[in-house]
């Protein structure tokens, strides 16, 4: 099936050309190719029409989790018939294995799994390995840590087709290898039930749920049915049920893991004890014994990534497999925001080597933990297909790389010219931020104010709360898709000033955001460089009226260049308008629909969003309406929903580690309480 590209708007300004030139470069093959377009000239959309175009399977790789969602979102509502894929890390909270030799201090693993990207990622993973060419993964530096070998994966999957002769039995067995969980009542993800001569199967992915019929020992019937109701949808004449996760072995590959480890670990004792370390070696025996023994009874152990060179069957110092072997050879790759994705991929390894070398060295891992780890980065450009690099600041690496094919992309669609810097003394920073929030509330506008630290993000978004401003704060804390979450409130009108660190620079689509007020501007460092500010003044590129403020004592030379080369700009923008007869007009949101990530939230989720708006009107979000409780909330106040809300909201901060607002979220829930009881006591 061919890409098939879905939108309102036809390319205009310099998209045109841009498109026209990246599709010649890469049908010529050129080895990679550079789009250098500022902020809000559609640099999404002349990508979607060149995949379009191109007709091959895409990865697109990001830098965090919050710009993939948004690209994914894009991409989605572009390639609606299509097979857009989300990859990013599935931890929402993740604290790697590590020992410090010099405080004797080991740390456990910690982790906190999120099962919905965990599905996605499965998705993104078949909806390559079944052959389709349509298929665009969004991805974050998630695709060059290790997966399971597609060889095994393809070994692994149950084949079903009606007519087939397999004992009912058997089948079963074959779903409890690849990690599917017999129930009895209400199936999920992954599971199967037994009923007389029917097995329910719930597929891994998506809502699939099939109704698997045995006559004796043969499969009569196939059918795919609602999961909730049970009622069938379609017959089937065959299915590939695939496994529950990325790491399915097959049994003999297990069996030859084992003995190889057992090998491995005798070495390493026999090592340790002739260089004198017995405690090392008493470590490591121990260890790998305990593992060897779960392996054994439950397939499975604590941290049995580090042997995922023997279940790979690959040679020492081999690298691992990752989701870019599941790309066929003539994808495309598109590195968004390169300037920071691409030094990014080029840390990883380093950063895990170290860790794994004191494991290693000390005795709680065999050397083999070692190949578990990210790419080399002269490995990742191996792997690299044809590649665009896409950004407002391109760094000389992709520059140099793409040599003569740079293309620029600098007049928008909109007409919109760049926003206007302006440098203020950062001396009454707090005063004049509330008279320009004042002034853009007035105008119903939306504002972003950036600092240099997460906690001054939080104690600026609490003070503006407490100042009566609908505000909120987002940071690398935030699980992925309570960020989503909060961009969709902003477009939702449900709040009024966003606070950030770095999040809120490539890429983020914020058409709403009228002003950027940048603070501490003129303090040196990776925050507040050139590259930097260029990308966070990018927030306001969307807004016909858009404006950066720059809060500093002195003006740096990042801050000079800033504003000369948006001025440089400016001119060119102005001199097209005016040559073309062009009037800047609003520029609006890809999609008008919430992004699709938040249609997977958990049920009990459902719903928040449509809920939201009525709990920043009734000044639960702000303290400064403590006093006037009792008078909102009277006998006709559904105070019961309010109460629930409440609670719901200290939830979501306390597992967010913002325990100053989940204190406040619980004290307006008390409070709440109190007020429902005295409407008890003068009701009787």
Do not use: W
Request: hydrophobic share 35%; charged share 30%; with cysteine.
């Amino acid at each position: 099936m061919d890409f098939k590209l879905v939108s309102d708007y036809a390319p205009m300004g310099d998209q045109p050309e841009a498109i026209e030139r990246l599709v010649a470069d890469i049908r010529q093959g050129v080895p990679a190719a550079t789009l250098h377009g500022v902020t809000g000239s559609g640099k999404t959309f002349t990508m979607a029409n060149v995949i379009a175009q191109l007709n091959r399977p895409v990865l697109v790789l990001s830098h965090n989790k919050t710009l993939a969602a948004q690209l994914y979102s894009e991409f989605k509502s572009f390639f609606p018939e299509n097979a857009v894929e989300y990859f990013v890390s599935y931890y929402d909270y993740y604290q790697p294995e590590a020992y410090i030799p010099s405080t004797d201090t080991y740390i456990e693993k910690d982790l906190a799994i999120n099962a919905e990207i965990d599905r996605m990622r499965l998705s993104a993973t078949f909806s390559l390995l079944s052959g389709r060419r349509d298929v665009i993964v969004v991805a974050s530096v998630s695709c060059i840590y290790g997966i399971g070998n597609p060889a095994d994966f393809h070994s692994t999957m149950v084949q079903l087709k009606v007519g087939d002769v397999m004992a009912m039995k058997h089948l079963m067995y074959r779903l409890v290898e690849i990690l599917y969980t017999r129930v009895e009542r209400d199936l999920e993800t992954s599971t199967f039930r037994v009923t007389g001569d029917t097995i329910t199967i719930r597929s891994s992915v998506g809502n699939h749920c099939y109704r698997v019929t045995f006559f004796d020992d043969e499969i009569e019937e196939i059918s795919l049915i609602d999961a909730e109701t049970g009622q069938r949808l379609d017959r089937l004449e065959q299915v590939n049920i695939y496994p529950a996760n990325l790491f399915v072995p097959s049994k003999a590959r297990v069996e030859q893991a084992v003995l190889n480890i057992e090998a491995d670990l005798e070495k390493q004792i026999e090592f340790f004890i002739k260089e004198g370390r017995e405690v090392e070696a008493k470590r490591i025996e121990q260890r790998v014994n305990y593992d060897l023994e779960m392996i054994r009874e439950l397939g499975y152990c604590s941290g049995i990534e580090n042997y995922s060179r023997y279940f790979d069957g690959r040679a020492p110092g081999m690298r691992p497999f990752c989701l870019l072997d599941y790309f066929p050879d003539d994808s495309l790759f598109i590195i968004d925001e390169s300037h920071v994705t691409v030094p990014q991929v080029r840390g990883m390894f380093g950063g895990d080597r170290s860790r794994k070398e004191n494991l290693v060295e000390y005795g709680f891992r065999l050397p083999a933990a070692r190949d578990n780890r990210p790419l080399r980065f002269e490995e990742f450009e191996g792997m690299q297909g044809q590649t665009i690099y896409v950004s407002a600041t391109p760094a000389p690496y992709e520059l140099a790389r793409s040599e003569d094919s740079i293309v620029e992309q600098f007049i928008r669609p909109t007409g919109i010219i760049d926003p206007a810097l302006k440098v203020i003394d950062s001396t009454r920073q707090i005063d004049r931020l509330m008279e320009d929030i004042e002034d853009c509330i007035k105008r119903g506008e939306k504002m972003i104010v950036t600092t240099i630290s997460k906690r001054m993000c939080e104690e600026v978004s609490a003070y503006l709360e407490k100042m009566g401003v609908r505000s909120r704060y987002i940071h690398s804390d935030l699980d992925t898709l309570e960020r989503v979450q909060i961009l969709e409130d902003l477009h939702a009108d449900l709040f009024d000033v966003l606070c950030g660190v770095n999040l809120l620079r490539e890429g983020i689509d914020l058409p709403e955001v009228a002003q950027v007020s940048i603070f501490d501007a003129d303090k040196n460092g990776y925050l507040r460089n050139y590259t930097a500010m260029t990308q966070v003044a990018g927030r306001a590129a969307r807004h016909a009226q858009g404006r950066v403020v720059l809060y500093g004592t002195t003006c740096t030379d990042a801050m000079r260049k800033t504003v000369e080369d948006s001025n440089r700009r400016r001119e060119k923008q102005i001199r097209y308008n005016i040559e073309h007869g062009i009037m800047p007009r609003q520029a609006k949101r890809n999609s008008a629909q919430p992004s699709p990530l938040l249609d997977t939230v958990a049920g009990e989720d459902k719903g928040v969003a449509n809920d939201m708006k009525a709990v920043y009107d009734s000044g639960v979000m702000g303290v400064s309406m403590v006093a006037d409780a009792s008078a909102q909330y009277n006998a006709g106040s559904n105070i019961d929903q309010l109460i629930d809300q409440a609670r719901k909201d200290m939830e979501r901060a306390a597992k967010s580690l913002d325990f100053m607002a989940a204190a406040r979220y619980r004290d307006r829930m008390y409070e709440l309480q109190q007020i429902k009881e005295e409407q008890l006591k003068n009701r009787y």
